[in-house]
């Protein structure tokens, strides 16, 4: 069954959002208020990176099924569910989620959304959120809206699939026809075998910061770990695979290096605890500020590694591969890659990056940064060579080839990804994070 479908904000989220609905037979309309990144869509061009949305979304052009607009009009009032997905970014000055986008874009869909509609909200919000959302709405409608949260678990590299196909759909409503209605649009995923849950709402917001701050720890939990094999003689990377054997425990997330960042994760964990501390209840999520706090460390220890390296700074030259948060995305979002850069830039390095698809996006957020396309070049002058995002370009190069052609053999392995005994065999110093057994 066909239904018409809003979906409000076109970034990361709400661009796959639109074009997964499309994909499973609905009539869209896309509301966002930027025009560039707007006429990008309406043009077919991914206004980011990722993988297999660029050809969704012409399909989904060419099928006349998507359509786009930068605010609500008759066509959106008519949707019969509308989807937020505008972000909710990390407060400036403060730890805690910024709701004032979804609070503005309830506030004007207020003005369109007709009664029978269901208004699901995607974003991450803070706990309690979709309930001020919900009376707010209300009251400029005139009648009680039928709110829903359904929180979206896509990651970036394997977005597409990830709403396509998700480990599970997850709704919090107050009544059970906003269930049916969305169970409804979902139903080529339900009818997969796809686990559902129904939830209250309250549980529905913390569903999605509850998984991201599992997330975040078992991370940080083995770059802990790193810390201390890196004073006893030990090696995080063996130590994972020991432990996550354990089914109980599990090897993914598991691999220990500069840590977590992006859009999501640090700014969810942060927030998380600034919400728990708004409901008396800091003290049971506290210890996320150590989680943090453990992911930051490890940004600095790559600094440390390269002035042990290099000795003074000044005059250096360090090339960086690859720059966003994680391979298959061009999101430079709180980017351990692009953080540890800045900072030995203002150390008196000159830092070259290589990477596959940011560059574009760095050239306006980090102009300080020299941009290299050709991997070859980005490493041939470098006295020290950084591994800072697991692209396969980097995992699969040629340590021979590359030795052939660089300067200086030195290359510090931010995610330990690289096969050691093979580039060690190749003439290269490998530098790993959590191996003293590698670094001697
Ligand atoms: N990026 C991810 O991988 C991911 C995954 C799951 C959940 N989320 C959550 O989804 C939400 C959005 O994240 P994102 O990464 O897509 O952010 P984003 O910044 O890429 O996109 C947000 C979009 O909303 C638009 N917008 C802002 N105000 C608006 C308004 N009033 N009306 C319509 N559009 C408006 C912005 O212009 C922007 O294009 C966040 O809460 C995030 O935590 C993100």
Request: hydrophobic share 45%.
């Amino acid at each position: 069954m066909t239904v018409k479908v809003s979906v409000i904000g076109l970034g990361y989220l709400g661009a796959t959002h639109a074009v997964a609905m499309v994909e499973l037979g609905h009539d869209v309309i896309g509301i966002e208020p930027d025009q560039i990144k707007l006429e990008s869509l309406r043009n077919g061009i991914l206004p980011f990176h990722e993988p297999g949305l660029g050809s969704a979304l012409t399909r989904a052009i060419a099928s006349g099924r998507l359509k786009f607009s930068s605010s609500h009009n008759q066509e959106s009032a008519a949707a019969e569910i509308h989807f937020i997905c505008v972000g909710t970014p990390q407060k400036p000055g403060s730890a805690a989620a910024d709701t004032s986008y979804v609070m503005a874009a309830a506030k004007d869909l207020a003005k369109w959304v007709s009664k029978t509609a269901v208004v699901a909200g995607k974003s991450t919000v803070p706990v309690g959120t979709a309930k001020l959302l919900r009376d707010s709405m209300s009251e400029i409608a005139g009648f009680n809206i039928h709110l829903a949260w359904n929180p979206e678990f896509l990651r970036e590299g394997t977005a597409l699939e990830d709403s396509l196909r998700p480990d599970r759909l997850v709704i919090g409503a107050w009544e059970e026809y906003s269930v049916e209605r969305l169970k409804a649009v979902y139903k080529p995923i339900l009818d997969l075998g796809t686990p559902f849950l129904a939830l209250d709402v309250p549980t529905a917001e913390l569903v999605k910061v509850a998984a991201n701050a599992f997330l975040a720890t078992k991370i940080s939990f083995i770059n802990a770990m790193a810390e201390v094999a890196e004073v006893s003689g030990g090696d995080a990377v063996a130590l994972a695979k020991a432990i996550g054997y354990d089914e109980r425990i599990g090897n993914k997330f598991l691999r220990t290096g500069i840590g977590f960042g992006g859009g999501c994760l640090p700014k969810d964990i942060r927030g998380f605890v600034a919400r728990a501390e708004e409901l008396g209840v800091g003290s049971a999520v506290e210890f996320l500020r150590h989680i943090d706090a453990i992911n930051l460390r490890r940004r600095d220890k790559v600094v440390e590694l390269a002035k042990v390296e290099l000795g003074n700074l000044h005059g250096k030259r360090i090339t960086m591969l690859g720059i966003s948060f994680k391979p298959d995305s061009d999101d430079l979002r709180d980017s351990p890659a692009l953080e540890i850069s800045q900072r030995l830039t203002a150390a008196g390095a000159t830092v070259t990056v290589h990477d596959p698809v940011s560059l574009d996006a760095l050239s306006s957020r980090s102009p300080e940064l020299n941009r290299e396309g050709d991997l070859v070049e980005a490493m041939r002058e470098a006295d020290l060579t950084i591994l800072g995002t697991e692209w396969k370009l980097y995992r699969e190069a040629d340590p021979h080839l590359l030795g052939s052609l660089v300067a200086t053999k030195t290359v510090i392995d931010g995610r330990n990804v690289l096969d050691v005994p093979a580039w060690q065999k190749a003439g290269w110093k490998v530098i790993a994070l959590g191996r003293s057994i590698v670094n001697g």
